[in-house]
């Protein structure tokens, strides 16, 4: 069987799934089972892997979707919490009488506090949480929606506090034969997986800090009387200093601390600063930019939501008591990867098993205190003891994530397993490279140097099916290593911009624009926003294969692997 044919069946599962997700309008919990399917059936037949390995590999799969599920489930849980508790209704309440001007408000309400909660929360929430928002102080819903989706791009590689890097990107890549590779090159895979954190954080940086431009922009040109881009560029001094304001502590973050916490912090320093600017009118425009009235708006802008977040609750909540937890979520996270000690402390439990069914490198494992599901927990849990004092909140909290997480779970369940089958696929009897390997390899020859400029844009197709940057890492990030191998470039930048380029992705991810429209009664008209993020993300996947070929080629970067 010739390699071009070997690379096509490998490959053929991510197309299958492509085919129903986007072509068939499948949803993910019925075409990821097809995907999986696939899968088994390739690595038995075609690249006859032993029933024993691929069994293996489907076990540890397991393993890493529990850990996947728990910091899905603490993200959830503590945002739920927080809105039965009342915090978020007291957050959304301060942000209302901020600015008069609509491209400031998208700004400070999407870009600035929905990064935060990208970086807290993830897994689509932040568009949940900014959509409704801005419709309640008198934006469109279809506006609302474009808004919330464009932030999904810069803050989501670390976003629920750093889920894409530590679960994707190090549960997507051979660790076993990298790290043994590394130690013969004096390195470890902590300071490989840093290298690639440092990376992903610098090249979003650059990117994203035009974001805000383009919010404004999009927001002038599709919503505004006069249909004009540069209504949105008469803000470009406020926008540029609020991207800086994100990007900047951000860039730092991801540099020196790790991948847990640039969107967290980049978001609270941008919040607290954009906000502050704004009050005191520091580079604001000098023409307050605003929708026509309402009456003339088309019904295709409109949804089904009606929210009134002006209606006093019998014990409104302090502003610095709602932010408390948000701000402890940082404090604890921070104090858990750098302090030694507590490190230890937290990473003392841990539950894992190695070699599953007597398999060679195949092994799974989950610190359930360590992993920042255990901290969102522990946090919701000081939130209610800090704000009500009862446990009503907890209980209606718990069955609402539990739910979630039943869906999520379901999808995950097959689609974590199918990337494990992929990775362990080079143990074999028919003497095949993995099938990451051999698609690489085919993907290499086939573009040659080029690559370099392709590989966000293979990031982001993963994202745009499966609707998660995570899950994208995990099923691209080997791939995108035995490239960068083959054609003896860095493969830190290679997986660096698949990270980038899943996170752009998910701009246009199906699942997050019907789950974003879902939440101000816009469903049925996903077509409407998913035809304007697009620019957006092609904007993204451009800048990052240009930054890519300059890396590579200008700089000739190299890492600890060359």
Known sequence: ??????????????????????????????????????????????????????????????????????????????????KHTGAISTIRNGFINVSPDRRVQAIIIAWCFGSFIEGASGFGTPAAIAAPLLVAIGFPALAAVLMGMMIQSTPVSFG?????????????????????????NGSSWVAYLQQITAGV??????????????????????FGKNKSWTEGLDILPFALFAGLAFTIPYALTGVFLGPEFPSLIGGLVGLSVVVFAAKRNFLAPKKTWDFEHESKWPAEWLGSLKMDLKKETAKPMNMVVAWLPYVLLAVILVASRVSTEFKSLLTSINLGVSNILGEAGVSAAIQPLYLPGGILVFVALLAVLIQTQNVKPL??????????????????????????????????????ASMPVTTATFAAGLVGDAFPALSATVGALGAFIAGSNTVSNMMFSQFQYEVAQTLTISSVVAIALQ???????????IHNVVAASATVGLLGREGATLRKTIIPTAYYLLAAGLIGLIVVYGFKFTDYLM
């Open 395 to 432: 209980v209606k909290a718990f069955g609402e994530s539990s739910k979630t997480l039943i869906g999520a779970g379901f999808v995950l369940v097959f689609t974590i397993p199918m990337v494990r089958i992929f990775i362990n696929s080079g143990v074999n009897a028919a003497d095949l």
């Open 1 to 82: 069987m010739s390699d071009t044919i070997l690379a096509l069946i490998a490959f053929s599962p991510i197309v299958v799934a492509a085919i129903l997700l986007v072509g068939l309008n499948w949803p993910a919990k019925r075409a990821m089972p097809v995907a999986f399917a696939l899968t088994v059936v390739i690595a038995l037949t075609v690249w006859d892997m032993s029933a024993n390995r691929v069994l293996a590999s489907i076990f540890q799969g397991f393993g890493i979707t529990i850990s996947v599920l728990w910091i899905i489930f603490g993200a959830i849980f503590l945002l739920n919490t927080l």
């Open 201 to 222: 954080a610098l090249i979003h940086a650059v990117i994203g800090t035009l974001i805000p431009v383009l919010m404004a922009m999009m927001l002038t040109r599709f």
């Open 160 to 184: 629920a506090v750093g889920t894409p890097i530590i679960v994707g990107v190090d549960r997507g890549l051979d660790t076993t034969a990298i790290s043994a590779a590394l130690l013969e």
């Open 499 to 509: 990270a980038v380029g899943a996170a752009a992705g998910n701009m246009i991810a």
